[in-house]
């Protein structure tokens, strides 16, 4: 299967605002590989077109400087922060204990082919919000070249940083080789969220203060755009003033996005956008979805990636890279107990960019 060639669907009025941003990225080598980056791995998701448009455009209203602004400040967070060298070798354990506390890919995509991420409130207890406190305390993992010594445990922004860039390094990538979609010549660059709030409650809210005040600015500064809509299902009643005081927190375009869905809104609403067969059985559709769970694939991703039987992927952190002869490789990374994987899960007849 041969790759589709882009079409970024650049509204004509804005071509100039695209064309001047991407002269000032290569001058200002935004655009070339970061030293960091493995040589054989793909730029999806960091630096390439479509994360500099749909991203760091789209998200400053294409304004040129702004965007540009953007893009420099995420870059300068990966290189503060070690992302990419942690996310070859962050412990898997580590990565799927943080994967607990975000919306996480279910394996399932909505009738426009973006990926559906689902997450279930009643997970951010207080017993986890005091882990997630206590990751915050931790000391920034710091790469090295010599691997001597036992380098600290990530600190809580690296692991949300590592588990993001899974999104929108391996996920959105994978939804967007789909020529199964309604514009399949149109990169994918965002997802959906399905919420189930249906347990928040007001002291639970407030406890979460923190907790959406520094992932809403990671999410604003590094991965901004990436979410089409968030959808809060079974919103409890008194949702309007739970949402009075978190909105502070939240940054505005991400809070523009948020669909609250009363319990009689859920199914209708999500049948506008999501199959039965992808909609979690909780909110009266097919998919028998549990918090935690590895992604369920469904049957044209799981032939795209030639996994026989397996309708799961393994767990931890996974990326693309340009293999040997050229082709595109699935590649599980991260680390087990201080070895580092590189385990090939597929390999694509798609030949890499």
């Not at 077109?49 to 400087?65: I, K, N, S, Y």
Request: glycine share 4%; net charge negative.
């Amino acid at each position: 299967m041969a790759a589709a060639q882009p079409n970024f669907g650049i509204p004509s009025e804005h071509e100039a605002s695209f064309k001047a941003l991407t002269q000032s990225t290569q001058e200002k080598v935004f655009l070339s590989r970061p030293e960091s980056l493995e040589s054989r791995d793909l730029c999806d998701g960091i630096s390439d077109p479509p994360t500099l448009l749909c991203v760091a455009l789209f998200a400053r209203q294409f304004d040129p400087d702004g965007a540009l602004k953007q893009f420099q400040e995420a870059c300068e967070f990966r290189e503060k922060k070690h992302i990419l060298r942690l996310y070859d070798s962050v412990d898997i354990s580590d990565f799927e204990q943080a994967r607990q506390f975000y919306p996480h890919w279910s394996g399932r995509r909505d009738k426009k082919g973006l990926p559906i991420c689902m997450f279930d409130v009643e997970h951010l207890d207080r017993d986890t919000v005091a882990l997630w406190e206590t990751s915050r305390k931790n000391s920034c993992w710091i790469y090295s070249k010599s691997g001597n010594g036992e380098p600290p445990k990530p600190d809580m922004l690296q692991l949300a940083s590592v588990y993001y860039d899974h999104l929108v390094r391996f996920v959105i990538p994978l939804c967007s080789m789909m020529t199964d979609r309604p514009n399949p010549s149109v990169p994918v660059t965002n997802s959906i969220y399905v919420v189930d709030a249906s347990s928040l409650g007001i002291k639970q809210a407030w406890g979460l203060r923190s907790f959406a005040q520094e992932i809403s600015w990671l999410l604003s500064t590094c991965y901004p755009e990436t979410i089409e809509r968030i959808f809060v299902c079974n919103a409890p009643s008194y949702y309007s003033t739970i949402w009075r005081f978190l909105k502070a927190w939240v940054d505005p375009r991400t809070a523009e996005k948020i669909v609250v869905l009363m319990e009689s809104e859920v199914l209708p609403t999500l049948r506008e956008y999501i199959d039965d067969a992808n909609i979690p059985a909780n909110f009266g559709g097919e998919f028998q979805f549990t918090h935690g769970m590895l992604p369920d694939l469904d049957d044209n991703i799981q032939q795209l990636l030639n996994s026989g039987s397996s309708k799961s992927l393994p767990p931890g952190p996974l990326k693309w890279i340009k293999d040997s002869d050229g082709r595109q490789t699935a590649l599980a990374v991260g680390s087990k107990s201080g070895s580092v994987r590189n385990d090939k899960i597929a390999t694509l007849d798609i030949i890499a960019q």
